[in-house]
């Protein structure tokens, strides 16, 4: 008899919920505004003012969609070696590089 399969992407997305819900709890509005500038001038420096790819890729909702977000939150902090792509580690948190990714992933606009 084969079990049931669980929709994981519903479960999934939940849990996304939850963790971005308890990810900008504790982050004051005047730290998520200065993390939305950051992500209009300086990555968008590289990934293009409206996150369409330039120099690095794209990081379009639709571009972003199915990467999980520990993967992009390590790449935002570390960076990636061999590419332009620097270690933001001394400018942000684990906490702060978390709250951007939610932006990212949810497609939110900056601070423009």
């Known amino acids: 008899m084969r079990r049931p399969r669980h929709k994981t992407g ?3 997305a939940a849990l996304g ?3 971005a819900s308890a990810v900008c709890a504790d982050l004051p ?3 998520q505004s200065e993390l939305l500038h950051l992500l209009d001038q300086d990555c968008g420096s590289c990934h293009g ?3 369409r790819g330039g120099l690095g890729p794209a990081l379009t ?4 969609a199915g990467k999980p977000a520990v993967t992009l939150r390590e790449v ?3 960076g990636r070696p061999g590419t332009p792509m620097p270690p933001w580690e001394s400018f942000m948190s684990a906490q702060e590089a978390d709250w951007l990714v939610q932006v990212l992933i949810q497609g939110k606009t900056g601070a423009r």
């Open 29 to 31: 509005a005047s730290r």
């Open 61 to 64: 909702q639709e571009a972003l």
């Open 10 to 12: 519903i479960i999934l």
């Open 76 to 78: 935002i902090l570390h």
């Open 17 to 19: 919920a939850l963790w």
């Open 49 to 51: 003012l409206t996150r």
